[in-house]
C-alpha cells in the first residue's frame, strides 16, 4: 500500500502517518533498540512480525470488552488505528520479578509476584522514562485521578485476557508496557502488544526454574541475530498460532 | 548521662540504646554523611545542634495531635524516645522542585509545586534506598493498605504543621523526610527531623528566585567547613530560636 508522503511522527519502533479520513497508520519498523537507544540493530521483518502480533493481540482484548485504537492490519507491517491522544504515562504490570524490579529491590530474578505490581513511567526520551507515582502525574497534569483509575483499571484487566491466553500457548506473562489514549471521553488501550514490549517465558521451562525467554531481552542480553530471530519466530508461533510466513 | 554498654543499632547519622525500661536512647552522631555514604566527614557538635532541633520540632507537631516518638531531650545530643517498630519505608515530602526530583522530571528548580507531592522509598542501604510505589509495598510486605493512607496523612498534617512554622521564621520548607513506627495499634512519628533530613531555603532570597539554604545540600554541594557551619547555625537559630550554644 502507498504511504501518504508527510510522516506525522517517527518513534524508535513505528512510524506514524495521517490518513485523509483522520484515522493513523502505523508502520512497525525493522529496527532493535534497547538500553535507551545506545544500543541499535535491525531484524529482517521485524516490523511484520510486530504488527501482526499486535494486531492479534489488540483483537483478543477487543473481545474481551477492551476498547483499543485498532481499526485493522492493512498488510503485514502495517496498521490503521484511531487517531487517539496519547496520555504521556507508560503502564508496566509485572506477574514475575524480573529487570529492573530485581536489581532494585528485594526480589528474586524469576520468582512470582504474591499479585500483580503496576508502575508508571513518563514517556519522556530525553528524561529516558522516569518512573512516577500518582502524584506526580497529579502535578505535571499528565491525567486525572479518574483517568489514572481507569488505567490501573485496563492494565489489570489486559492482564486477566493474556495471562490465560499465554498460559493456553504454554507461556508465562511475566511482565507488559502499555499506553492509553483518550477518545471520545473514554481511554484506549493505544501503541503496540509485541515481544518489544512485554517479557515472555516458557511454562515448562519456568516451572523448572529456568528462565527461557522468547522477547527482546535477547536483543539487550546481547543474543546474536539467529538467537533473536529464533526467539521472535517461537514468539509468534505461539501467539498467532501459525509459522512466521515472512 | 552514661550510656548502656550495648549498642542496639547504629547507623549513619544516629546509635541506638536501650534503657532498661524498655524506652530507647538516640545518640546523635557529629558525622556528615551524603551521596550514599560515598562522601563523609565531621562537623563538631553537630549531634547536639540535630538532636535539639529534633526535639523541638517533634514537640511542635506533637502539640498539634500527631504521636510521635519523642520521650525527652535528655541532653544536647541525647534523646529518650519510646521503641516503635519502625516500618522500612521512608516518606518524602516535596513542596518545591529540587534534588533529584528535578534532575528526573520536567519541573524547574526552585518552582513551587501546585500541591504537595509524596514519595516513597525502601530503607535499605545495601539497595541504596529505591523507589517504591503502593504496590511494591503491598508485596514486599511493608505495610498494610491502612497504614499506607494513615502515612500520607500524618506527611501531609506534619507539612502543615512544619510549613507555617518556618514560614513564620522565614523558611520555605521545600522538601523533608519522614519515618513511621507501629506502636500499641497506631502509628508514630519516629527518626529525627534536621537539616540532614530536609531542605529549607531563606524566604526572602526565595521570592526573589535566588535558593540559599541551610541544611545539608551545602555538604553534597562541597562546601567548606565554615559554610556547613554556618548553615546549621542558621537553621539551629531560625528553628530553634536562639543561638547555638555549643
Known amino acids: 500500500m502507498k504511504l501518504p508522503d508527510k510522516v506525522m511522527k517517527e518513534g524508535k519502533a513505528k512510524v506514524i502517518y495521517e490518513k485523509e479520513d483522520g484515522n493513523l497508520l502505523m508502520k512497525f519498523k525493522d529496527d532493535l533498540t534497547a538500553l535507551d537507544g545506545l544500543k541499535h540493530d535491525q531484524m529482517p521483518s521485524k516490523g511484520k512480525y510486530n504488527s501482526v502480533m499486535t494486531a492479534h ?7 474481551a470488552g477492551i476498547p483499543t485504537h485498532l481499526v485493522s492490519l492493512l498488510e503485514p507491517g502495517l496498521m490503521e488505528v484511531k487517531k487517539v491522544e496519547i496520555i504521556p504515562v507508560e503502564a508496566v504490570l509485572r506477574n514475575v520479578a524480573t529487570g529492573s524490579m530485581v536489581r532494585r529491590l528485594p526480589l528474586e530474578a524469576g520468582s512470582r509476584l504474591p499479585s500483580p505490581v503496576i508502575e508508571f513511567y513518563l514517556k519522556d526520551d530525553a528524561l529516558h522514562d522516569p518512573w512516577i507515582n500518582d502524584d506526580h502525574v497529579r502535578i505535571l497534569g499528565l491525567a486525572t485521578a479518574e483517568e489514572l483509575k ?3 483499571e485496563l492494565t489489570l484487566k489486559v492482564n486477566d485476557v493474556l495471562l490465560d491466553y499465554f498460559a493456553s500457548k504454554g507461556l508465562v506473562l511475566a511482565d507488559f508496557k502499555l499506553e492509553f489514549g483518550r477518545l471520545g471521553g473514554d481511554l484506549v488501550l493505544a501503541d503496540e ?3 518489544d514490549t512485554m517479557r515472555i517465558f516458557d511454562a515448562k521451562e519456568f516451572e523448572k526454574g529456568r528462565l527461557v525467554e522468547y522477547d527482546k531481552q535477547i536483543f539487550r542480553d546481547g543474543g546474536s541475530p539467529e538467537d533473536i530471530k529464533a526467539a521472535y519466530d517461537e514468539a509468534f508461533r505461539r501467539i498467532v498460532g501459525e509459522e512466521p510466513p515472512f
Chains 1, 2 share one sequence.
Open 150 to 152: 481507569r488505567i490501573r
Open 57 to 63: 493481540l489488540l483483537k483478543l482484548v477487543a473481545d
Open 193 to 195: 502488544i509485541t515481544p
